[in-house]
Each structure stands twice: as C-alpha cells, then as structure tokens.
C-alpha cells in the first residue's frame, strides 16, 4: 500500500498542479497567443466547469469498473491532454484541451479519497487522507511558483510537458496494481433520485450549497485575475507572480494545523463568517493598496480565509445525508466547480469594463455581501449542521 499511496499523491500533486499553476501564467499565455487576458481568464472556467459536472459521474463509474481502474484511465487521457498543451499554438485548441483534462482530471482525486475508504482501516484511514491531502496542498504551492518559473525562464508550456510525461510514468503503477484490488460488495441503498430529493429536502443543502459555489465564483473568479494585475500594474514578473501566488497555499496548508483550535474559540457555526471576513480584508489590501507587499499580504490572508471557510462548509457537506456521504461530497465538489467556473467569466467582465481596479472592487463588494450572508444563513446551525437554533 505505500507503493501505491505514494503513487496516488502524486497523482493529486499532479492534478492540483495542473490547475492552479494557470491563473499565474495567464499574462504569458495572453501575450504568447497575443489574446486578451480576459480571454485566456476562460482556460480556468473551461477546466473547472467540466471537472465540477463530471464529479457527478465518476462515483458510479468507480464503483462498478473499480477506484484504481477510474484513477489509471482518467490519468492517461489527462496526462495526453496535459501533454498536447505543450504543443499547441491555438487558444482554440488549447480551450479545448483544458475541457478535456477538467473531465479526466475530475476522476482522479474523488477515487482516490473512495479508494483509501475501501482499503485502509478505520484507525489508519485519517493518516492515509491527510498524507494524499498534503501532496495535493503541495502540488498548488509548488505548481505555482515552478510554473511561473518556468514561464519565465522558458516557456508557460514547459510544466504541461512535464506534468504530462510525470502523469503517464505514475499511470503504470495504477495498471501494475489493479489486479492486486479487491472490490466490495455495496450494500442495498434507496434508488439515486430518491437520495438526491431527500439531500435537498431541507434548507441545509440549499445553504452548504450555495455557500460553496459563492466561494467558488467569489474567491477564484478574483483570484484569478491577480497574477494580470501584479504583471500589468505592478510590473511584477512571472517568477515573482508564482512565489507571491504560492503564498494562498501555502498559508492554507498551515492554516489546517489551527482549524481545530479554532473551531473551539469560536464555534463551528461562526467558521464561514470568520473566513469570509477574511476573504474581505485580503480583495480590500489588494485593492485599497497598489504595491506588491499589500499583494503578497493578500494572498496569505486568502490562504488563511479560503481554508478556514471551505473546510467548515465541507464538514456541514458530510453531514447533509449521512448515510450517503459519497453523493453529498460529489454535489459539494460540483457547485464549487461551478462556481469556479463562472467566476473569472464574471470579473473577466469586470476587468474588460474597469480594468483591475474595477475588478478587485467588485470582488471586495461582493465578498462584503457575502460575508452578511454567512451572518444570517449559519448562525443557527448546530455542531453537525442542521440547521436548527442552538440552545442558550
């Protein structure tokens, strides 16, 4: 099993590189294919809308041709299409080959958290989780600032070449392994529909939900066009973008080791305003302050936020429908997508309109709206999430 966790982080490290080394090299790409940054701001929503529909899929696929079957198959597409990445002169083409590694990259992760559910005992599960989580943390960190390194030094298309030829090597060690892979049986369950209507029968999903795809179009839909403005306004180049935009993951990789402590200060229904407070302070640093230390401030403020409001509204996902936590996770994953998707279409709108400094204060304004949302939706919601009054 060591063999093949470690083969399925770095799977995540892969696929996590993939995705979130784009917004940074997002001026490198606009300038190389001589397109508006607006436009190259679509490579980010022509991977995430894709990757959040097909989470809805994947799951049932898993489950019956198996976890590592899934993972080894959508490896190899994603890795040919991250590959081809490399080789195209085309936004078209590349338009087309991000949809195509957001569908196979989406059968990755998901199938992964699945496999080690299936095999890693219960008091070993928590380890094995966090060890593949910190490869995918590691993965956004690191993509980021080799990406922009890269795209400095050489070429934005450098890391999908590498990205490609490392996802084809860890693809074998899947094939080699899903032999040794036993399935288990799945206990009787009421039909798909009727544990969908059930999840949205009440207001708590309605709630989770809509909070994450707010999270989704809010956060990244800003965040992605930050690597354009520190390029264009603060005259920053792409290696200084990367190590500034590798401060997110970096400070939300740190901020997991305090969510417990957290968590008992303040009370878990107060975690999404706390984090969307936090959101608000870092898009106002950035906007109020034109310089690349309230910048570099930003982004750590968005790491700190991001985590402490994503993982709060993760954990109320689980709890929506217990005995279905597999769907409950996968309709999480798909509004954030969503989300992340139609984002940098709406501030790309914002920034054509008023250029960065209309952006960021959009982005700020709304997180301020946001922010009076969590107030009122999560204050009654109890330690697991239903959304009940908490006696005084």
């Not at 799977?11 to 979130?20: C, E, I, K, P, S």
């Not at 399935?183 to 994450?212: C, E, H, N, T």
Request: proline fraction near 4%.
């Amino acid at each position: 099993m060591n063999l093949l966790l470690w083969a399925l982080g770095i799977a995540g490290f892969l696929v996590n590189a993939d995705n979130r080394s784009i917004a940074p090299l997002l001026p490198a790409i606009a300038d190389d294919l001589m397109i508006r940054e607006s436009s190259a701001g679509l490579l980010v929503s022509a991977y995430s809308i894709p990757y959040g529909l097909f989470q809805l899929i994947y799951g049932p696929i898993a489950d019956r041709i198996g976890k590592l079957r899934t993972i080894s198959i959508a490896l190899v597409f994603f890795s040919l299409g991250t590959v081809a990445c490399s080789f195209t002169d085309s936004f078209n083409t590349l338009l087309a080959l991000r949809v195509m590694n957001g569908i196979f990259a989406a059968g990755i992760i998901p199938a992964t958290i699945a496999h080690i559910g299936d095999s890693v005992p219960f008091e070993k599960r928590t380890a094995a989780i966090a060890f593949f989580m910190s490869f995918c943390m590691s993965g956004q960190a690191l993509g980021i600032v080799f990406g922009s390194m890269l795209a400095q030094f050489f070429s934005w298309k450098t890391l999908f070449l590498i990205v490609g030829l490392t996802g084809f090597g860890v693809s074998m060690v899947f094939l080699l392994r899903q032999s040794a892979t036993v399935r288990l049986p799945v206990p009787p369950q009421a039909s798909l529909l009727d544990r969908y209507r059930k999840i949205f029968m009440g207001s708590r999903a309605w709630i989770v939900y809509g909070s994450v795809c707010l999270e989704g179009m809010l956060l990244f839909g800003g965040f992605t066009y930050l690597g354009v403005y520190a390029n264009r306004i603060l005259g920053l180049d792409y290696f200084q973008i990367g190590l500034l935009t590798a401060g997110f993951s970096v400070a939300a990789f740190g901020g997991t080791w305090f969510v417990p402590r957290i968590i008992r200060r303040v009370g878990q229904h107060r975690m999404p305003l706390l984090g969307s407070i936090i959101l608000t302070a870092a898009f106002s640093l950035i906007w109020l302050i034109t310089d690349w230390r309230s910048l570099c401030g930003g982004f750590f403020l968005l790491g700190v936020g991001y985590i402490l409001l994503h993982t709060s509204l993760q954990t109320y996902a689980t709890e929506l429908l217990p005995e279905s936590r597999g769907i409950c996770v996968s309709l999480f994953a798909f509004f954030l997508f969503l989300g992340n998707g139609l984002g940098p279409i709406l501030f790309g709108l914002f920034y054509d309109w008023n250029g960065a400094g209309g952006m960021l204060a959009a982005a700020t304004g709304c997180l301020v709206l946001f922010t009076f949302f969590c107030q009122v939706a999560f204050r009654h919601f109890d330690a697991t999430g239903s959304n009940v009054k908490v006696p005084t």
